[in-house]
Nanobody, 126 residues
């Protein structure tokens, strides 16, 4: 099993930046695709960004391309989401997620990805 703990959320003004961190348990971190998903009030969960287990290949939701950057440090069992130029529509609870299947992280439907954190709130004011 994998346990995920997010941190770094908060309240920022539009145009500001936040860096989210996700600490993962276990020695198998490097074998999992990792991602960030979010859920805004009244909306379904959606995948924001994902990164493959071997670093190659990333996914970004169209609306965050050029603003968000996902990265991982396998030595620290940590994945990051650098969020710049934040917009009010980015307001949501952000969840760290892990799955051996990369597509499960990029799609985020049904019961996938397999592992989820408890989320961290990101609020962007106008």
């Amino acid at each position: 099993q994998v346990q995920l703990v997010e941190s770094g959320g908060g309240l920022v003004q539009a145009g500001g930046s936040l860096r989210l961190s996700c600490a993962a348990s276990g020695r198998s971190f490097s074998t999992y695709a990792m991602g960030w998903l979010r859920q805004a009030p009244g909306k379904e969960r959606e995948s924001v960004a994902a990164i493959r287990a071997n670093f190659y290949g990333t996914y970004y939701k169209d609306s965050v391309k050029g603003r968000f950057t996902i990265s991982r440090d396998n030595a620290k069992n940590t994945v990051y989401l650098q969020m710049n130029s934040l917009k009010p529509e980015d307001t949501a609870v952000y969840y760290c997620a892990a799955d051996r299947n990369y597509d499960a992280v990029t799609t985020a439907t049904g019961d996938s990805p397999r592992y989820w954190g408890h989320g961290t709130q990101v609020t962007v004011s106008s």
